[in-house]
């Protein structure tokens, strides 16, 4: 438990201290790359500015993430029970990835305008398919002498679903969870890029529009660690959701 505090603080000790070595080695210009004690200013004296256009983005992220794994789980559901929307729609999933989901942000600004709902829709596109594709998965790899022993026992479809198939794919789900957590606040900022009024996004693009190349930074870098704090948040419910799917490295155990 201790190791799993301390770890991502050296980590991130490591990063500054190399970023801080890269400067003073290069003696690249601080307009190009500032070093993180300019930074850090930056975020000390804007940190009302930056509040501000993160509450944005956190808010982006968060609706982005319920639309996409509601809209996932039901669509595996879906895939899992119903064969003929399953030959309908698996082939229509499989063809949406090919279209890079980054060309359509700006025609989800164009429909949805420049407020928080493209920026949604942006997020939801892109953790909508691991969501799917995980769950589907899981629903299908049901271990088949349970579900034999469900049908001897007289189980019905329902409670098949609910007693055996659903508790059986959750790993899967939650892995699924965990890469759409990490992807989600790429379909974000990526809109936000294309056209918005607020968001951490729209403020580096703002900053660096003027040259403020440390307002720029410092938004990034506040975008970094919303990012890995919510991957870490959701990882930390998924593992006590599911006390079931222990980890299997016993050194973890230790830690």
């Known amino acids: 438990m201790i ?19 890269l400067v003073w080695g290069t003696g690249v210009p601080r307009f190009i790359l500032p070093d993180p004690a300019w930074v850090a200013v930056a975020l000390y004296e804007r940190a009302g500015t930056i509040g501000f256009h993160a509450l944005f983005t956190i808010g982006e992220i968060l609706g982005g993430l319920a639309l996409g794994i509601v809209l996932g789980a039901v669509t595996a ?6 064969r003929p929307a399953r030959r309908w729609l698996m082939p229509v999933l499989v063809f949406s990835q090919a279209i890079p989901v980054f060309a359509l942000a700006p025609l989800l600004v164009l429909w949805m305008g420049y407020g928080m709902a493209s920026k949604i829709a942006m997020a939801t596109l ?20 349970w579900l034999d022993l469900a049908r001897t ?15 059986a794919a959750l790993p899967a789900f939650a892995s699924g969870l965990r890469v759409a957590t990490a992807v989600a606040p790429i379909g974000a900022v990526v809109g936000e890029w294309v056209g918005a ?12 529009g003027r040259m403020q190349v440390d307002l720029m ?9 919303i990012s890995v704090a919510l991957y ?7 593992r006590r959701a599911l006390p079931w799917q222990p980890d299997k490295n016993p050194n973890d155990e230790r830690d």
């Open 3 to 21: 190791g799993r505090v301390f770890r991502p603080m050296v980590t991130a000790v490591v990063l500054i201290a190399a970023w801080q070595a």
């Open 77 to 82: 559901l879906t895939l899992s029970y119903f």
């Open 126 to 145: 892109i953790i909508y398919f691991p969501v799917t594709s995980a769950f589907f998965d899981g629903l299908r790899r049901t271990e088949p002498g």
């Open 153 to 167: 026992m007289g189980g019905s479809r329902w409670s098949t679903l609910l007693r055996i198939r659903l508790p």
């Open 197 to 208: 009024s607020a968001g951490l996004g729209y403020l580096m693009l703002h900053a660096n």
């Open 217 to 225: 930074f410092a938004a990034l870098l506040t975008l970094a660690v």
């Open 232 to 238: 870490f948040a959701v990882d930390a419910l998924l």
